[in-house]
């Protein structure tokens, strides 16, 4: 007798992700990891009540300063009209959440714009918010599964164009991305994206000690810039992001001007 099987129709997380991984392959993507000590960042935290913020969050804020010091971490590849770089004023975090749909575990994004000039309470209420809210509250879910219910071709056209259109791709698709598994005692070696960056992290250890990952698209940066990028991330969540746990208020950062 052979094995009993059963055909499962795609549900609209599952499409989106397929949508998203058919843009993904396209970019040449490069991972860069830096082993990082967050010992002192790691006992400001320990000694908060609970709940504590998140470490995501504090990744998503430190990175969202890096980027405000550093502009490539802004910039982006874009094909329409033509092949060109673009660089934005501020950052927009696409933050990877897992939620329930119809009984399966799925994974949909959600945006933060300007995470670096938000207090890490903000950051967190939100994210929050977004992993507890009913699906059809979250702006951000209600698009991906609208647009995921289309025909392929036209979520296909969709895609490219708001991937390659500068005036769009920023705000809808974000800057840079988070994904992390960390929480549940694993890594990701290299994610898949089509954005110019996505972070990820490791499990952090007792000591504070991790491995964080910037995956990269060779066509904008280089591996030279990712590489200290990785070194400010370390410092601005020892410094920055752990004098905001102690004192409850944003540390000063250096101001980026926006692009003309």
Request: aromatic share 8%.
């Amino acid at each position: 007798m052979g094995i009993r099987r059963r055909t499962l129709p795609w549900s609209r997380p599952r499409v989106y992700v397929n949508d998203l991984l058919h843009f993904a392959r396209q970019v040449p993507s490069i991972p860069v990891q830096r082993e990082c000590y967050l010992g002192p960042l790691l006992a400001v935290r320990s000694s908060l009540p609970p709940p504590r913020p998140p470490w995501y969050v504090l990744f998503i804020k430190a990175y969202a300063l890096v980027a405000q010091e550093m502009p490539p971490l802004r910039r982006a590849y874009c094909a329409f009209p033509r092949p060109h770089l673009v660089e934005y004023d501020r950052s927009v975090a696409a933050v990877a959440v897992e939620r329930d749909w119809e009984g399966e575990k799925v994974v949909l994004t959600v945006r933060l714009k300007h995470p670096e000039r938000l207090p890490l309470s903000v950051l967190t209420s939100r994210l929050r918010w977004a992993q507890s809210a009913p699906l059809e509250q979250v702006k951000d879910f209600r698009r991906v599964l609208w647009l995921s219910g289309l025909p392929r071709p036209l979520r296909r056209l969709l895609w490219w164009f708001t991937l390659n259109c500068s005036r769009y791709r920023g705000n809808a698709c974000g800057t840079f991305g988070l994904s992390s598994y960390s929480a549940l005692g694993a890594e990701s070696l290299h994610p898949l994206s089509p954005l110019t960056t996505t972070l990820n992290y490791g499990v952090i250890d007792s000591q504070g000690n991790t491995r964080v990952r910037i995956v990269y698209d060779h066509r904008v940066l280089d591996g030279a810039t990712v590489a200290r990028a990785l070194h400010r991330l370390e410092e601005i969540l020892n410094t920055h992001i752990r004098t905001e746990l102690l004192t409850g208020k944003p540390a000063e950062t250096k101001i980026t001007l926006p692009v003309a």
